[in-house]
């Protein structure tokens, strides 16, 4: 290849690259935007209020057809509802953010250290720790979006909070991920929805940061934690709302009364009202004939629930942290590692890399790049 079709073919891309860039005005204002009567609503009815497996097996094979939005409010509602899942869900994404961020240089040259030093003024700002947070939201999800609010008045063009149209505009704004939807074809485009158009439309260059977690092999909506565990959510709940229902019955002994065969209807009726109170009232005067027997439940039938409920705990522990040892530690003992430990190792590294690969692709090289 000569040097004059070399020339040529970089000049064509430069151009390309230069014509695909967002003008300054596109890069300030905000475009994912929330409206209350449009497709991109925030407002969403409860699903896990009215889960059943049928009901679940649907909202899961919608997801995978491309109609998620059910399944990404079953993962929001998820992390409300259940205590255990908000727990390691929380504790795996907090060992990542709450290590230090680090910037290395490509080589020793100037030009180098200059983008090192800049890059380190952008990842110091508080925001970008708050949009850390909010793209490892992905991790029960599957995906999350974070877009960005350059400040394009003045030079670097950085992600900054600044005035466009006498609106403040967030640095870095974390979007409802139901305001999105991924292509038809692979799956793995992800398209902002949009009134013009029932597929989507693309996301413009440089404006949006998405964090894809590679948790398995697959398209992303079905990478996500919350799938995984959504079952175990599921039976959980049924498993709870049984415990609550058997512990107001037989959480106080069931109390019987026993009259002899001389008893007058005045003496049955003194014994019935006993046997009623004596529930609150902790304390009843009866005829010197009559007694209230105290009958309590089965300790085995008792102990079903709090089993499977553990048992359950433990599955969904090992989903998300790799072990069980510190998340489901005996009350009043310590776990097998240290809380720094609590997430394995291995899962720890690889949600680092991942996380600092996003990094680089949408905001480090786009920096750069509009620099």
């Known amino acids: 290849m000569s040097w004059f079709t070399r020339l040529r073919q970089g000049l064509a891309k430069a151009l390309n690259d230069e014509m ?12 994912a935007t929330a409206s209350l009567s449009g497709i991109r609503n925030v407002w969403h009815g409860s699903v896990a209020s009215s889960l059943t497996p049928d009901r679940l097996a649907s909202i899961l094979q919608n997801a995978a057809d491309g109609d998620a939005d059910d399944y990404l409010t079953l993962a929001e509602e998820m992390e409300e509802r259940d205590l255990h899942y ?6 795996r994404k907090r060992a990542i953010t709450g290590l230090a961020v680090s910037v290395e240089g490509a080589d020793e040259s100037t030009q180098s250290q200059r983008l090192k030093d800049e890059i380190k003024g952008l990842i110091q700002s508080p925001a970008f720790r708050d949009a850390c947070d909010d793209l490892i939201d992905a991790l029960g999800k599957g995906y999350s979006v974070v877009e960005i609010g350059w400040d394009t008045t003045q030079q670097p063009w950085t992600p900054r909070n600044h005035e466009d149209d006498g609106k403040t505009v967030p640095a870095y704004q974390w979007r409802d991920p139901r305001f999105f939807q991924f292509d038809k074809v692979t799956g793995r485009q992800l398209l902002m929805k949009d009134d013009s158009s029932p597929d989507g439309i693309p996301l413009p260059p440089y404006k949006f940061i998405i964090h894809y977690p590679r948790l ?11 799938r995984l565990a959504a079952t175990a959510y599921m039976c959980k709940a049924f498993n709870l709302a049984d415990w609550l229902a058997f512990a107001e019955v037989f959480g106080m002994p069931i ?14 009726r003194t014994l019935i009202n006993a046997v ?6 902790a304390a009843a005067v009866i005829p010197e004939s009559m007694m209230i027997e105290f009958v309590k439940a089965s300790a085995s039938t008792t102990d079903l629930f709090e089993r499977l409920a ?3 705990d433990f599955q969904v522990s090992k989903a998300v942290l790799g072990n069980t040892s510190t998340a ?19 899962i720890l590294r690889s949600d680092v890399q991942q996380l600092q690969n996003t990094l680089n692709e949408y ?5 750069i790049d509009l620099n």
Do not use: C, F, H
Request: no cysteine.
């Open 20 to 31: 695909q860039k967002p003008s300054p005005e596109e890069l300030r204002k905000e475009i």
């Open 86 to 91: 908000a727990s390691v869900l929380g504790t």
């Open 216 to 226: 398995k092999s697959g398209i992303p909506i079905r990478g996500g934690l919350a």
């Open 255 to 268: 109390r019987v009364g026993k009259y002899g065969k001389d008893a007058k209807e005045d003496d049955i």
């Open 276 to 281: 009623a109170n004596i529930g609150t009232d």
């Open 310 to 312: 553990t048992w359950l």
């Open 328 to 346: 489901d530690a005996t009350p009043g003992q310590l776990g097998g590692q240290e809380e720094k430990e609590a997430v394995r190792e291995d």
């Open 363 to 367: 905001l480090v090289k786009p920096y």
